[in-house]
């Protein structure tokens, strides 16, 4: 890995070199390393090292960005002539007002030398208790164990500075039989934070229990979607309409509905990179601090994200949302939050008298932005609850719901979150019991 020194060095030597009105550097040096299995075996072990400068200036209100992976003066310089070319070909966007401009920042501790340190050996270790409980129980597990490290610099020539190292281990496993599976994974700054016998105790019983599953009906169910499929839900949900592009094209089912119900009074939302309870940078790509932002407060519509190029254009701050240029998504929520409740998962499975019980989504996607349209299937254990108990597997069940319907059904909500990963980020749910969640179609398996 790079020293926070020399990264540094390469950004300023960069704008030093830079003959346009306004320029950025962002440089990413990463390390990370994936312990693979299937079958019941390691059949892959990879790392991985490597550094991506991206270079973005501005002239005349012209916007040009390249970027290399070879750091070498030569490169460097071969990268800037390239972004100056693509501004000078550019068409002047008059809505850019200026790159932002330098803010103190709040000190995050984001490493952890355990991760970083992680070996081969070690990753090993631990995938060999998630087969031991596969072979045990006749199952076969596959998944995928990754560990890493992270750094990245944002630098401009309006003063900005930042870098941050951030450190991050994620597992995931599905246990499957003939005709059923269970899915668990787990994400942490600190690999050791990870229980594994949890973990696989989780997937081993979901997919053990799912055996044999029934086929049920299409219809209106009450549901508990746990985080998994709750955090599927609330990135579509972002993506949708939480950023300030998406609003001021009015795309966005935001869009008029500030200061307006559009959920339960029991659905509070917010984005804060800036909690230990999440993962990810203290800033954003821009190098602007990352603010906490309630996004949906007790039901309400609040508020939405902002980089430094939407907010200029409603004379407003950046809330530092800003993603990669060039980027054509907008400013985005990266660390989402859904406020947790006072209940348990057997509390609510026992307050059902009938419902089906999710563990996460597949293959989902958005029909419709403005309507919150989302459709998909479930899968890795999927339990139909009868008079408060779970009483078997059921075939896998396709849905078309409308996420802010589903958000203004929500009977009861977990006292316990977990963290998810999202699109461009993370987001820590809880789990949710839904009201006449809608089932379109079923499968055969």
Request: a neutral charge.
């Amino acid at each position: 890995m790079m020293t926070r020194k020399e990264i540094e060095e390469i950004m300023k030597k960069t704008l030093e070199l830079s003959t346009a009105d306004q320029t950025e550097v962002l440089l990413i040096n990463q390390k990370s390393a994936l312990t693979r299995f299937a079958n019941n075996q390691i059949h892959q072990n990879v790392s991985e090292k490597n550094a991506r400068l991206s270079i973005r200036v501005i002239k005349d209100k012209k916007t040009g960005t390249a970027s290399t992976n070879i750091l070498s003066k030569k490169s460097v310089e071969g990268a800037l002539k390239k972004a100056l070319e693509i501004a000078d070909n550019a068409s002047p966007d008059p809505d850019f007002k200026s790159l932002p401009k330098n803010k103190e920042l709040k000190e995050m501790d984001l490493f952890s030398k355990n991760t970083a340190n992680y070996l081969p050996i070690d990753r090993a270790k631990n995938v060999a208790v998630i087969i031991s409980r596969a072979n045990r129980d006749k199952l076969t597990a596959a998944g995928a164990f990754s560990t890493g490290a992270l750094t990245i610099g944002i630098a401009n020539s309006l003063g900005v500075l930042k870098v941050a190292t951030l450190t991050e281990a994620d597992v995931n496993t599905i246990f499957m039989s003939q005709n059923s599976s269970g899915y668990a994974d787990y994400y942490a700054k600190d690999v050791k934070e990870i229980d594994f016998h949890k973990l696989v105790n989780s997937a081993a019983e979901k997919a053990l229990k799912s055996v044999d599953p029934i086929a049920i009906q299409p219809g209106r169910y009450t549901v508990i979607l746990e985080p998994a499929a709750v955090a599927d839900m609330l990135m579509y949900l972002a993506f949708c309409g939480f950023g300030a592009l998406a609003y001021q094209e009015e795309r966005s089912f935001m869009s008029e509905k500030l200061g307006q119900k559009i959920t339960g009074e029991n659905i509070t939302i917010w984005d804060d990179g800036t909690s230990s309870d999440t993962l990810g940078l203290p800033f954003d790509f821009e190098g602007v601090p990352k603010q906490k932002v309630i996004l949906i407060e007790d039901g309400v519509a609040k508020n939405i994200v902002y980089d430094s190029y939407t907010a200029h254009k409603e004379d407003k701050k950046s809330t530092g949302h800003a993603l990669p240029a060039p980027n054509v998504y907008g400013p985005q929520p990266s660390n989402l939050f859904l406020k947790n409740g006072g209940y348990s998962t057997k509390e609510m499975v026992s307050s059902t008298k009938k419902g089906i019980l999710v563990t996460r989504f597949h293959y989902t996607n958005i029909e419709d932005p403005l309507k919150t349209m989302l459709t998909g299937m479930t899968r890795d254990g999927t339990f139909l609850i009868e008079d408060g108990e779970i009483a078997c597997g059921v075939k896998n069940l396709r849905f078309t719901q409308n996420i802010l319907e589903a958000l203004s059904n929500v009977e009861m909500v977990s006292e316990k979150t977990e963290l998810k990963q999202a699109f461009f980020g993370f987001c820590r749910t809880p789990a949710l019991k839904i009201s006449k969640f809608n089932f379109t179609g079923a499968t055969e398996f």
